[in-house]
């Protein structure tokens, strides 16, 4: 099986979360296979809310209404993959560029279920460079001081979030707090938030395998 099949199963097994209503929409490949699922039970549902243009884009192609956020209120259920979690379900997320609003509409919702193939479960966090989304004027000062707590990062070139900032990412963490790495990186002046999602950690993950899909 490839790792895209098991991308799928683990998007598949989080159609039984949908109860109705408005359901938040993450990012990325494993995603991209939920929302062609929610395609199919589009009338079940009010519509949706995006986390990025990407996924606005690939709803709006379904015919599933998009909607804002600042209408909708508190979300039951938010679907997003990740790029690594630990057992406790903290994340690194933001591969994709998209990691702030995913990570607005994650703290709005009342259940997060992350999706993902098994490869992206780890021991500790950090193999994965760590997503840092950063006001431009702000880039080198940020750089500074993450080298300062230990990381080595990388300004992802040619590449502009849907929010108008640019991406450095870490190399060279060993997570070993997460909760407090987060909120370190969040206090850095410049900083628009960081691809950790420990503060708000997933409440359900759901890893696609050979054998099935593993629920934590
Ligand atoms: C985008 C993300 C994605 O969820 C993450 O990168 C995983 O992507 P994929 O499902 O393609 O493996 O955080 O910002």
């Given amino acids: 099986m490839s790792q895209d099949d098991l991308k799928r199963r683990a998007a598949e097994a989080a159609m039984e979360y949908i109860r109705g209503g408005v359901i938040g929409v993450g990012t990325g490949s494993t995603v991209n ?10 009338h079940k549902i009010e519509g949706a809310v995006s986390s990025s243009e990407a996924s606005t884009k690939r709803l709006k192609s379904h015919g599933i209404p998009v909607l804002d956020l600042n209408a909708t209120g508190e979300l039951d259920l938010y679907v997003d993959g990740a790029d690594e979690s630990n057992r406790h379900l903290h994340l690194i997320k933001g591969g994709g560029g998209a990691l702030t609003r995913e990570k607005i509409v994650a703290g709005a919702s009342r259940k997060f279920v992350c999706i993902a193939d098994a490869s992206k479960l780890v021991d500790l966090l950090g193999t994965f460079p760590l997503p840092v989304e950063v006001v431009p004027m702000a880039r080198s000062h940020v750089a500074r001081q993450l080298v300062k707590m230990g990381g080595t990062p990388v300004w992802r070139k040619d590449f502009i979030t849907d929010n108008g900032n640019i991406i450095l990412d870490v190399h060279n963490l060993g997570i ?3 909760v407090k790495m987060e909120q370190q990186i969040n206090n850095i002046a410049g900083v628009v938030t960081n691809g950790l999602f420990a503060l708000r950690p997933a409440d359900v993950l759901l890893l696609g395998t050979e054998q099935g899909v593993d629920r934590y």
């Avoid at 296979?33 to 589009?42: G, N, P």
Wanted: glycine share 0%; charged share 25%; net charge negative.
């Fill in 33 to 42: 296979h939920f929302i062609d699922l929610l395609a199919q039970v589009k």
């Fill in 176 to 178: 070993m707090e997460p």
